[in-house]
């Protein structure tokens, strides 16, 4: 048998057109988008604690910038990254006894780790806001 009628039997791997978005798939990938994000906003995190303890000016610069709109705003995505994050794990872990795994107990699972990041993040900053 030739080279080419070797290569031409070989099944070909489905390309990307063909699969329909899955709210499971979404998630999976916001899992690990907002897995890199915990890492830069972290990054963000330890330069303001680097600040606090380099001294009052030092600090008052990067609070300033922390509590400017965009800071705020930054810190508002990375809590919900970190919401959205916390509750993809559980929903693993739940995973990994071996429930949730039928259809609708993915999507359920999958759909409440996503409204209840949105829930958590804010819940967290209106407790925030009062006791401030």
Do not use: C, N
Request: charged share 10%; proline share 4%; hydrophobic share 55%.
């Amino acid at each position: 048998m030739s080279d080419t009628e070797l290569k031409a039997a070989r099944p070909l791997s489905p390309h990307l057109q063909i699969y329909r978005p899955l709210l499971t798939m979404m998630m999976s990938i916001l899992h690990r988008i907002t897995g890199t994000a915990l890492y830069f906003g972290t990054v963000l995190l330890a330069w303001w604690l680097i600040a606090a303890a380099a001294g009052p000016d030092y600090f008052a610069f990067v609070d300033g910038l922390a509590g400017s709109f965009l800071g705020r705003l930054v810190l508002f995505g990375y809590t919900w990254a970190l919401m959205l994050h916390l509750l993809g794990g559980i929903r693993h872990f739940i995973w990994d006894f071996g429930r949730g795994l039928e259809h609708p107990g993915r999507e359920i699972l999958a759909q409440a780790s996503l409204y209840g990041s949105f829930v958590l993040t804010l819940a967290i900053w209106v407790i925030a806001y009062i006791v401030r």
